[in-house]
């Protein structure tokens, strides 16, 4: 059977084959495996896992980390375990992935408008009658949205198990109401519907790009003015602790400096969404690094690496290494170079690796184009960070989980 980036031996099935992983922990250049690979570090998901439930759990906050990013169960398992509420997901398919994995409360951070995924989610809610814990809650930012809602979920039985949330936007960014009246009019509307209104949400990472100070004022203003909504619509319908839903990923110390207030939370529920959290990156999450100017700085750890092989060094400066668009993001920056190991089959002890400067300058569907000065042989392996890790996730339908270079267990992804 063949898997992307491992070998399972003929007639081994892939639950033996997993079992043989965890009880041996193979070595990564030795063990049975292929480059190029995706890997995750077991250390730094367990510290940034541990850093995210500890942030939320001190500020009175909910974590309802975005699922999209990883589409894991192993991994929202972790989550759920450290003292996740819910999982949040970003589509009907991504809904009915995470209620399979038996998830009871998910929040939909987006419109759901397919008639038939309306009464799909409506059988769900019907079918968990006596199921108290299910709850679902899902976006409106429209009258047309909530008519068609209305016409699917409006019924007692359903009210009780699904929750609509006024989204919030912003002039020039995408779904979301633009203006406070436009929200307080929806809020009316749906509740008039039949609807259950249980509070607002917004995305502040489109309000602005960068770390500089007007960057951050006006993520802040715009958080301010979510806050300015969940008021209102409190006001306009019967809601009890009304839900204040974030995203919290490259802007989490702004959503910590507007709203982790002993004022807000009393009268508020702050469901934080971040999803990139987990896994960090080399790239653009360690750019916006939130945790580095927050009240009380922390860091996350980057726990992806792609791990590629030199096939070719044809002319000086330039590496061209086994790993392209199929096994790396591209999206917002490619992958960076950490660290040069042995040739497969060599041990990958500590001693064996040294650090590599350089840059990645193109990828072609298998190849990889690094520049460095740094001497570099073919049959090597380099370790390369990534950038993004909402598009890395996806082209791995399994990792292999590190401690240091052994291989602890495998991570499945359902994309």
């Known amino acids: 059977m063949g898997i992307k980036g491992l070998h399972v031996p003929a007639g081994t099935t892939p639950a033996r084959f997993e079992t043989t992983v965890a009880t041996e922990r193979p070595d990564l250049f ?48 972790r989550q759920h375990e450290a003292g996740a509420w819910g999982a949040t997901v970003a589509t009907a398919d991504q809904l009915r992935k995470v209620r399979a ?29 006596g199921d108290e814990d ?33 989204e919030c936007g912003h002039p020039g960014g995408r779904t979301g109401a633009r203006t406070l009246a436009e929200v307080t009019a929806l809020a009316r509307a749906a509740e008039a519907a039949g609807l259950r209104v249980v509070g607002v949400s917004g995305y502040e990472g489109s309000v602005a790009k960068g770390t500089d100070a007007g ?15 969940a008021d209102a619509v409190a006001e306009e319908v019967p809601v009890e602790a009304p839900v204040l839903s974030v995203g919290g990923s490259a802007y989490l110390d702004v959503v910590e400096s507007v709203l982790a207030h002993a004022d807000v939370t009393a009268r508020h529920r702050v469901v934080v969404r971040s999803g990139a959290y987990l896994s960090h990156d080399h790239g653009i999450y360690a750019r ?27 002319e000086p400066g330039l590496v061209l290494c086994g790993a392209g668009r199929r096994d790396a993001p591209f999206d917002a ?13 060599s041990s990958s002890g500590a001693g064996n690796a040294r650090d590599l400067s ?14 460095t000065d740094d001497a570099v042989q073919v049959g090597e392996v380099i370790e390369f960070g990534i950038s993004h890790p909402c598009t890395s996730f996806d082209k791995w339908p399994t990792l292999p989980l590190l401690r240091e ?8 992804t359902e994309f």
């Open 30 to 77: 030795t063990g049975p495996f292929s480059w190029p690979v995706m890997t995750l570090d077991e250390s730094a998901l367990t510290h940034n896992v541990t850093t995210m439930a500890d942030f939320c759990a001190r500020h009175g906050f909910d974590l309802a980390p975005h699922v999209k990013t990883h589409m894991s169960a192993g991994l929202w398992e």
């Open 101 to 129: 994995w038996g998830t009871e409360h998910i929040l939909l951070a987006n419109q759901l408008t397919d008639a038939r995924e309306l009464a799909w989610l409506a059988e769900q809610a019907i079918g968990a009658e």
């Open 134 to 166: 299910l709850q679902v809650w899902l976006y409106a930012d429209s009258h047309a949205g909530v008519d068609l809602l209305a016409a699917h979920l409006a019924a007692p039985q359903v009210r009780e198990r699904v929750g609509v949330l006024i």
């Open 215 to 229: 960057a951050l004022a006006a993520v802040g203003e715009f958080c301010t003015g979510l806050l300015q909504a």
């Open 288 to 314: 916006s690094d939130p945790w580095s100017r927050m009240r009380e700085p922390a860091r996350l750890r980057p726990a992806l690496r792609l791990w590629a092989q030199v096939l070719s060094v044809p």
């Open 333 to 345: 920056d490619l992958p960076i170079p950490l660290r040069v190991h042995a040739a497969t089959g």
């Open 358 to 371: 350089g840059t990645t300058t193109r990828l072609n569907d298998q190849h990889l184009f690094l520049h």
């Open 405 to 412: 270079h052994r291989v602890v267990g495998l991570v499945h």
